[in-house]
């Protein structure tokens, strides 16, 4: 292959951009394993084995937990293995998960099938490309991890309806074959193919730097420069700590916003198709923000960014606690799309800009590890306390207080030296 052979320089093509397309690959693939692909399966789980949603939901939550433990142990992979491997290897690892959940005979069954494609798909699949771009982007970080993130809403966007045309045409557990030959087929030997850990493995620097290109200097020397942080070091630092709250914030107020919607807008006197509109709106406006975000991570301070996260965050609580008409619910849906915009890539940089890409997989796993524990909490404070009041309002107030005090955290944050 083009990237085995040795290069005295760059080449007039930088092989950074393959990364960036296969990593946008995995993303798309880790859908599988995302609750909104395995939403589409849980009502046939219900009605086959006669289970109540709330043990099944008890059981997924459970296994989400479970997972975002076990996460941990792939970043300290990533670290001694590299991307390639264990890209490869949790594409395999996801495919008999697939198979497993094909086979499913009871809730231990179910629970173990839960477990594998949440740690596969959603925690694996997603934590190795943000720690593989990184290696080989710099100054253009913001805007490799805009393009990366293309994978994650096509599949956000086409899963659920694929998921759904396919269980109808040939049933829950083939689809979940067909799921699993996809993964074996197409994606597993293209991340063998095509994956190298960092770009000195095809004789090129970050960003297309390197000795005869026509690289940018500042570039070469910022990549010098930046500084790898240990995770025993990085816990060190106060930054770390404030961060880890930060991102643990979104994961678990967004999952409880999403598992609720429509109960919320139905609240509200409004249509159930309105919050099938209200998610649609999400993915269709956070995906260009991204890009937006992508070049302004690039110019200015992350933790500014970070704090304009939340800002709007906040804001689009607010006009949800007051939607009372289809207008309203339209400007939520337009809010809560551009806050998801912000932080599909802030969040993401946060961790390879202030502590370096060499030890970014047992780094970004933490962090991965409290977002996977967010999403599976998230959805359940939101119940109790509409049980207590039937309504939302009180827990969309109280929820109001992590954003605020994520966007202070962010401005109290800076890169550590």
């Known amino acids: 292959m083009w990237a085995d052979r040795p290069k005295n320089g760059a080449g007039p093509i930088f092989y950074g951009w393959a990364i960036v397309a296969l990593s946008a690959l995995s993303m798309f693939f880790s859908g599988p394993g995302q609750t909104y692909s395995i939403s589409i399966f ?43 491997l264990v890209m490869g ?94 993964l074996l087929i197409v994606f597993v030997p293209l991340a063998f193919l095509v994956v190298r ?45 404030l961060i880890l709250f930060c991102v643990s914030v979104p994961a678990l107020v967004n999952t409880g916003v999403t598992f609720h919607l429509v109960s919320i807008v139905e609240g509200k006197g409004l249509s159930i198709s309105l919050a099938a509109l209200i998610l649609s709106l999400m993915a269709f406006i956070g995906f260009p923000v991204t890009f937006a975000v992508g070049y302004l991570v690039d110019r200015i301070a992350v933790h500014y960014v970070l704090a304009m996260t939340f800002g709007v965050h906040i804001v689009s609580l607010l006009v949800l606690l007051t939607v009372n008409s289809w207008t309203g619910a339209i400007i939520f849906g337009v809010l809560w799309g551009i806050a998801h915009g912000f932080e599909r890539i802030v969040l993401s940089i946060v961790w390879p800009n202030y502590f370096g890409p060499r030890h970014l997989g ?56």
């Open 42 to 84: 849980i009502d046939y789980y219900i009605q086959d084995f006669s289970y109540s949603r709330s043990f099944v939901s008890g059981i997924y939550s459970v296994g989400t937990l479970a997972a975002g433990i076990t996460l941990f142990f792939v970043g300290r992979a990533i670290d001694r293995l590299g991307q390639r």
């Open 362 to 417: 047992s780094i970004k796993s933490i962090a991965q590890t409290v977002m996977v524990i967010g999403s599976a909490l998230g959805p359940l404070p939101f119940g109790i306390f509409y049980d207590w009041f039937n309504n939302y309002t009180a827990i969309l107030w109280l929820m109001m207080l992590l954003p605020a005090t994520a966007l202070v955290f962010a401005l109290l944050s800076p890169k550590p030296s």
């Open 197 to 241: 850990n960092q770009p000195q493995d095809v004789g090129q620097e970050p960003d297309g730097g390197g000795p005869g290109a026509h690289g940018d200097t500042r570039t070469q020397r910022t990549a010098i420069q930046e500084k790898s942080w240990t995770l025993q070091e990085a816990r060190r630092t106060r930054a770390f700590w």
């Open 89 to 182: 290897a949790a594409g395999i690892l996801l495919a008999l998960a697939c198979i497993w959940n094909a086979f499913l005979t009871g809730a231990v069954m179910m629970f173990i099938g839960f477990f594998a494609i949440r740690l596969f798909g959603q925690g694996s699949l997603t934590l190795v490309p943000n720690t593989l771009v990184p290696q080989w982007f710099v100054q253009k970080r913001g805007r490799a991890l805009s393009v990366m993130a293309i994978g994650g809403f096509v599949g956000a966007a086409a899963l659920p309806p694929l998921n759904t045309w396919l269980i109808h045409m040939v049933g829950w557990r083939d689809t979940w074959l067909i799921w699993a030959g996809l």
